[in-house]
């Protein structure tokens, strides 16, 4: 039987799609080697991220245990970020799936593609009197066309979604799985697969490897305590507000020629906003965005009526305005202090 006329050039026959499935990887190439932690704080700093010593080892760990990193923390003090910054530094495409309730395989891994199929059986079912002759018998008829049934859930009919899409990227990838404390503990379940082996399951196909083990990242707010197999199968990274040194770094590659006097101001308020009984504290993302404010206007030396008018830059909540409102003008003068101004 000529099984080309019978079936479009690019979808492949049944022994074909077969050799190439028994011919995939079975090993995970390693990435190249990092020689010390200092290459890592090296590289992350190059591409805009100032990391401390413990983000710098958890990423040079997972880099050679090839081990997926948890990193969590507050809101804002650059979990996401760190996950972009290695995919800059290390030159491998970011692929990231943003997690939330009711995330599910279809969405997260694959999914059929049902309006080809659809198309190719109506082509199939056109060429029907070519693939079977008028002298089988139903037995054999019925084994013709399940060879070509067999097609339709092949490689060449999967829409990869993010989990796959990593773990096909020939040179490998860094995956961010963002947010993983929004999903459910079904989803967290699931992973657990492509967390140990960097392989997943497609019950119609077999077990699909990665060629080159990707970089993994998951962030959590805390918002709900994660499964214990997921948290053994994963290096653990906590980033928390930073210190005053270590902040003012980071703003100051953020913001590039902000003056020091100022930049010392706003890392000295920020910090004392710290250590009030807030609802939120800001973030380091939101002290960013606040010394970005305050050279759009100008400011050199902080004082209350500006920085009341900009505190809805810091805080998001109006209690905490009214909270922090009531120390504005000893938090400011001690921010004074720290520049050497008052």
């Not at 650059?78 to 279809?106: F, H």
């Not at 707010?221 to 990274?237: E, F, I, P, Q």
Request: aromatic share 6%; proline share 5%; glycine share 4%.
């Amino acid at each position: 039987m000529d099984t080309s006329e019978a079936f479009p050039q690019n979808v492949l026959p049944p022994d074909e799609t077969k050799r190439l499935m028994d011919n995939a990887p079975s090993k995970i190439t390693p990435a190249p080697t990092l020689k010390a932690i200092d290459d890592v704080d090296a590289g992350l700093t190059a591409a805009g991220y100032i990391p401390n010593r413990q983000i710098a080892t958890a990423v040079y760990l997972a880099h050679h245990l090839q081990k997926p990193i948890l990193v969590e923390g507050p809101a804002g003090v650059g979990k996401t970020e760190l996950a972009k910054s290695v995919a800059a530094w290390m030159n491998l495409p970011l692929i990231r799936m943003q997690c939330y309730e009711g995330l599910d395989e279809s969405k997260s891994l694959y999914e059929w593609k049902y309006g080809k199929q659809l198309l190719y059986t109506q082509i199939l079912k056109d060429k029907i009197g070519s693939v079977i002759s008028e002298s089988d018998n139903l037995a054999r008829a019925l084994d013709k066309l399940h060879a070509f049934g067999d097609i339709f859930f092949s490689r060449n009919f999967l829409e990869p979604r993010p989990l796959l899409r990593a773990l096909e990227q020939p040179s490998g990838a860094v995956l961010l799985i963002d947010e993983i404390d929004k999903s459910d503990q079904e989803f967290e379940a699931f992973l657990l697969e492509i967390l140990s082996d960097y392989q997943v399951s497609v019950p119609e196909i077999g077990s699909i490897q990665a060629a080159v083990a990707p970089v993994v990242l998951l962030t959590s707010n805390s918002t709900r305590d994660l499964g214990d197999a997921l948290k053994r199968r994963c290096l653990h990274l906590h980033i928390g507000f930073p210190d005053e040194k270590l902040e003012a770094r980071i703003i100051s590659s953020r913001v590039p020629g902000i003056d020091e006097r100022l930049l010392r101001q706003l890392v000295t308020f920020v910090q004392q906003l710290r250590t009030l009984d807030l609802k939120k504290l800001p973030s380091v993302s939101e002290t960013i965005d606040w010394a970005k404010v305050m050279v759009l206007l100008h400011t050199s030396v902080l004082d209350v009526t500006v920085v009341r008018d900009t505190l809805n830059v810091l805080l998001k909540f109006e209690a905490d305005i009214e909270a922090a409102g009531k120390q504005l003008a000893a938090m400011t003068h001690k921010a004074q202090q720290a520049a050497g101004i008052a």
